[in-house]
């Protein structure tokens, strides 16, 4: 099985090791996972919605598709592209945070599909994208993707704490008739 997520991950870390070193090789492994990632499909070159994965024995993409791996490719892209000014990185990271909105919004709140068909309480696969397009926010040149990301990440605030309580606890409710269990785990 080849995993997007842990390709994606390689490229985020070899992003930053390439900013950090300006060791080539870093650079290289970044093109090649991600030329990879689109030619075999994980990545669809048209919607750039990422699959979960590729069965390598027979082939077949997985058919779900987890924010969470495009949060990842973002932060990559957008580290590459402050890491060596080719506007090819940002682009690429624009079109992948263009699938977020288009497909991980509800009236701009982030969510999760796989999770169900409304916004929850912010989970594990949300993190990646949050903190992917606060790091895309700060790199990107393009003020309207900058006027979207503030849309989302102000409707996804204000969506997730509204239950807080005076102290600020907020995002965990501990009833248990309200956990959501999600392929085994419970949120």
Known sequence: YKSSITNAQHIEMGARLYAYTKNQVYKDYVDRIYTWMKSSSLIDPTTYAVSDGLDSRSCTLNPNYFSYHSGVLISGLAHMFKATGDTTYLQEAHKHFARIVSYFTINNVLYDPSRGSAPLMPNGFLWPVYRSIGVLYSITTD??????????????????????????????????????????FVY
């Open 143 to 184: 003020d309207s993707v900058k006027a979207s990301i503030r849309t989302v990440m102000a409707a996804s605030a204000a969506f997730n704490f509204q239950p807080c309580n005076s102290i600020w606890y907020c995002i965990r409710d501990l009833d248990p008739s309200k956990f959501v269990c999600f392929f085994g």
